[in-house]
């Protein structure tokens, strides 16, 4: 699904990825994680294109991505931070996402499925941090494509609404999709992760199974395993 070879980025002095090789198999959940500054976001904007890389190359679905765009018509993301036009209702927001994207939605089921019914006439600038996490996974969610990729989508989320999640995580996981999660709540990465993507100053450290990780590290859970790899770690 996406092979990524040789990857380095610079921003000014500072090298953020440095000869990365990925490969991320058709099919399951593939959590991404590291310290803040390990390169993660910058990896996942690569393969986005939002981020030109120095060095390297990305293929998705056995495609180049390089001159590339219609290859993103295939992936659904959910950015860390959702910076919605506040002067537009949620409805309104889901229109023009609908619009620009010209495909079929689901948004019905997931407006029901986390409860945003009343919300749907407010403005996106008079909602809760949590209610906009809510309308960013809708937007994440509503379309049916293969490659999800999806940015600490956890964020804001109250324990009802968490749960929603994790269920529409398995849901998607069973059609075949592939979804790349970023998140620093390794309870939540226990839960619905099959396999983990350990990045350490702009390399892969590690990348296989929970309990190939717990095993590697002698540890009994993923929390004391992130620890450990962090502070002893082996290249992949």
């Known amino acids: 699904m996406i092979q990524v070879e040789n990857l380095y ?23 991404v994680l590291g ?47 959702a910076n919605f036009p506040g002067n537009l209702k949620v409805k309104e927001l889901i229109r023009m996402i609908k619009d620009l994207r ?65 269920e529409l995580l398995q849901k998607e996981k069973a059609k075949g999709k592939t979804i790349l999660v970023t998140s620093h709540i390794m309870q939540f990465v226990a839960e619905v992760a099959d396999t983990i993507i350990y990045l350490l100053e702009g390399k892969i450290y590690f990348k296989g199974t929970i309990d190939a990780l717990k095993t590697k590290t002698k540890q009994t859970d993923l929390e004391h395993a992130i620890a450990a790899i962090a502070t002893t770690p082996t290249h992949a």
């Open 102 to 166: 010209q495909m079929p939605g689901k948004e019905e089921e997931l407006i029901a499925l986390f409860k945003l019914e009343p919300f749907l006439g407010k403005k996106l600038s008079t909602l809760s941090g949590g209610t906009k996490q809510k309308v960013n996974i809708v937007l994440a969610f509503m379309f049916d494509c293969p490659l999800l990729i999806l940015d600490e989508p956890t964020t804001g989320l109250d324990p009802a609404s968490l749960i929603s999640l994790k």
């Open 9 to 31: 980025k610079k921003f000014g002095k500072n090298e953020v990825l440095s000869g990365l090789d990925l490969s991320i198999e058709q099919g399951g959940i593939f959590a």
């Open 35 to 81: 310290p803040n500054g390990s390169g993660k976001t910058t990896l996942i904007k690569s393969v986005l294109g939002m981020v030109v890389p120095n060095k390297g190359t990305i293929s998705v679905g056995g495609a180049s991505i390089k001159k590339s765009w219609q290859y993103r018509k295939d992936i659904d993301y959910l950015p860390q931070i």
